[in-house]
Antibody
């Protein structure tokens, strides 16, 4: 059973960098059938795609965040990471890591439980 | 970028009701559409992919239809556990991967 688990600080100061890790267990991150990434949800709002990474390291980002975001993959540790710099209060959200399944018309078939990150001094 | 528009934004219904939610893409996405259910405080769960294929373990009262730009999620007989927010997501033109704004199914 595939499991994704987010980890990282729950509180980040304005102008600093938000860093999260998603650890994948029960399956390999190197399968070509999937790609991996991050989605966030501000309190009381909808879902926003942040970006996606293939196991090869190829990345795609939301253009609204592209200048501040970096997603990387560590195949040796079966995990991928999110860094979002210069954060403001508007970046306060629940951050989910997820797996998109290319065999399911690019649907997300696995989600992490989500982690709330608050940006505040 | 493809925009996904869901309607209604909320719907009030009773147990046993038939509920229909619509998702419209700003341009054709073939059948590259997924539906998710999100209960409060939880991660979303995949219900339907490929516009009409029921994900493993999802009750048969859920169904999806559509192709191109117009899609529908139907709950044939609403159950207490179905009160939640539903999202559509397109996977045809990527990046970006875009979600609809969500539809909250509330108790009438």
């Amino acid at each position: 059973q595939l499991q994704l688990q987010e980890s990282g600080p729950g509180l980040v100061k304005p102008s600093e960098t938000l860093s999260l890790i998603c650890t994948v267990s029960g399956g390999s991150i190197t399968s070509s059938s999937y790609f991996w990434g991050w989605i966030r949800q501000p309190p009381g709002e909808g879902l926003e795609w942040i970006g996606t990474v293939y196991y090869s390291g190829t990345t795609y980002y939301n253009t609204s965040l592209k200048s501040r975001v970096n997603i990387s993959v560590d195949t040796s540790k079966n995990l991928f990471s999110l860094n979002l710099n210069s954060v403001t209060a508007a970046d306060t959200a629940v951050y989910f890591c997820a797996r998109w399944n290319r065999l399911m018309a690019t649907a997300i078939d696995s989600w992490g439980q989500g982690t709330l990150v608050t940006v505040s001094s | 970028d493809i925009q996904m528009t869901q309607s209604p934004s909320s719907v009030s219904a009773s147990v046993g009701d038939r509920v229909t939610i619509t998702c419209r893409a700003s341009q054709g996405i073939s059948n590259w559409l997924a539906w998710y259910q999100q209960r409060p405080g939880m991660a979303p769960k995949l219900l339907i992919y490929g516009a009409s294929t029921l994900h493993s373990g999802v009750p048969s009262r859920f169904s999806g239809s559509g192709s191109g730009t117009d899609f529908t999620l139907t709950i044939s007989s609403l159950q207490p556990e179905d009160f939640a927010t539903y999202y559509c997501q397109q996977g045809n033109s990527f990046p970006p991967l875009t979600f609809g704004g969500g539809t909250k199914v509330e108790v009438k």
